[in-house]
């Protein structure tokens, strides 16, 4: 998990213009709609282009950062920005009074000035992502959290990518997607997955690998309503709440597919089935690497100790403003697609280094008991937090309560 984004910060705002703003950008856009900070701030579709704008400036989000001529900050400044905390790469270039005057990429932890010459010893300190945040703050005149929940900004589409849609039929097909920024119900308001889902589930799969789950809410719901239109009109609160179980059980699963993170599993025993599953619950910045082993139901095929699965998980936040999640939720992919194919891709999407990854936390905890498990501890931002349990939200302790 982790920021993934890339745009642009101009201290200028192009409310009142946004033909201006295109020919600023040398970009043919078209409007598409209205949306949320939420949605847009986030990874998104090649071609689509969203936009909000402040007091003191504009700020666009794409899909991947756009060549600006520096002599276009004749009059304003312009940062270009691009975060990608999936590959710890880092990429900013300000442009101000005609000139480019910082150009820095950081590709884990290995800082390079763009423009000649050595990096700052205040540079090399400093995180670039914070110095990202800085530096739009200053032009856009707000941080990533001090956008309020309801700013709206405007999506655009470029014409190209609009022209080589067809024009004449306005049916769907089963291959068109509508342009997705992959937000699952427990993300923080700045964070994608870094590996996001997309995936459509299979509602009659997941009903099957999740039998007893899914008959316990069923039940529940037709034993109310025999209640309420037998016995007394009241119980129609008890419905109405088992109805809402059933309807919220549903939305996170297909929700979790859709746009939750997909990460490496390993199994480690069958009957029961455990699988050891490895992810960063890092928010913004830092390195909080976890093992979490799971109980669940696999199909016969992925029934093998020692096969490598992919799983995909839901977060949940903390209440302490710490830099990471406090629970992690991760069942496997198989669960939802029975498409051996896919399952087969998805799988091939990892690096061999993610495989090894958890082989070597395995052996650093050296247990099969279901739980969550903080590992490299003294190499990685745990070191900072050694009072801080995971997996039990209502448990984690907060910052005051360090030294009890």
Known sequence: MGFNFTGLAISKNFDKSPEQ??????????????????????????????????DTGTLIYGHEPLQISEHKSKDCSILTFMVSETAMT???????????????????GD??????????????????????????EKIFGHNFYSMHEGAKGFRYKTKAHIEAEPIQNNTKTSTEEEPFSYKAPFYDSGTVASNPGKMKMNYLQYGKMNFFKVLERLVFLIVAYLFMTKIHWLFFIVFLIALVMNVWF????????????????KVLSVNPDRVAVYTNMLKFGGDYPIIRIIETKLPKFEKEIGAFIPTVALYNDN???????????PEPVSHGVSNRSELKGRLESFAEEDFRIIDTYMKEINTYEVGTYKVNIENSSWKDYPHVELGNLSSMKGPDEADQ
């Open 21 to 54: 703003l295109f020919e600023f950008l040398d970009l043919s856009l078209e409007y598409e709609g209205e949306i949320d900070f939420q949605s847009g701030s986030g990874y998104k579709d090649e071609g689509y282009f969203d936009v909000f704008f402040s």
């Open 90 to 108: 880092f990429y900013f270039a300000l442009d101000e009074n005609g000139e480019r005057v910082k150009e820095i990429v950081d590709n884990e």
């Open 111 to 136: 800082k390079q000035n763009l423009l000649g010459g050595e990096v700052s010893e205040e540079e090399k300190e400093e995180n670039v992502l914070k110095i990202i945040v800085k530096e739009k």
């Open 250 to 265: 549903w939305y996170k699963a297909q929700m979790k597919f859709k746009a939750g993170d997909v990460n490496p599993g």
């Open 319 to 329: 209440p302490h403003d710490y830099p990471f999640w406090a629970e992690f939720h």
